[in-house]
């Protein structure tokens, strides 16, 4: 790969690399910065660079936290006989939202992906099954997406869970299939949250 002809040209490389975004949409953002919007393109900048530095992964939860625990980890309120498994951060994000789950978290580095050659190790299950054994956890919830790879993830991650003798639900059907749960509106989240089995 050769390296980009101009600032420009990096700026416009860069944004391709955003999720859903072509190069059309990555040439048209870069035009737009830089031909009408400077002001926003400092402070883009200066956030980005800000939350590269600051935000970290909780070491407990792995979740995006600037403290070495993040808030729900290091809250007593919360329950921890309950863990929540998600795919992404996002996905925390959106399950918080509904305020209907007091439990703690853990988020795996997305879901199986045998096509692409992502297996168990590779999304964080190793050190999702040390997590769930730490003696507190008694039921973990598999908050995959309903998605063919998420339910396979989901699968995968319930047989190990299960063997080690730990109880596992799934969220309840209602989520639409095919559905990543950042995208679902927080009454079917919750929902499938209550009727978990
Ligand atoms: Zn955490």
New binding site residues.
């Given amino acids: 790969m050769n390296a980009p002809a101009s600032h420009l040209d990096a700026l416009i490389d860069a944004l391709r690399r955003l999720p859903g975004v072509g190069v059309k949409s990555a040439q048209r953002m870069a035009y737009h910065l830089l031909q009408h919007d400077r002001a926003s393109a400092q402070r883009l900048a200066s956030a980005l660079q800000a939350a590269a530095e600051h935000v970290q992964h ?1 070491r ?2 792995h ?1 995006l ?1 600037e403290t070495p ?2 808030g ?2 290091a809250d007593p309120e919360r329950d921890a006989r309950q863990l929540c498994v998600v795919e992404g951060p996002a996905d925390l994000a959106a399950l918080e939202r509904t305020g209907s789950y007091r439990g703690l ?1 853990f988020v795996l580095k997305g879901r199986l992906s045998p096509l692409d050659g992502v297996g168990a190790r590779d999304i964080g299950a190793t050190e999702l099954l040390e997590r769930a054994a730490d003696g507190q956890v008694q039921e973990v919830i598999l908050a995959t997406s309903f998605t063919a790879e998420g339910e396979a993830t989901a699968h995968v991650l319930a047989q190990a869970l299960k063997a080690r003798g730990l109880q596992v639900t799934r969220l309840a059907r209602g989520v639409p299939a095919g559905s990543e749960l950042e995208y679902v509106d927080l009454s079917t989240i919750a929902h499938a949250l209550v009727d978990r089995r």
Wanted: net charge positive.
């Fill in positions: 909780c407990r939860c979740g936290s625990l993040c729900i980890c978290y």
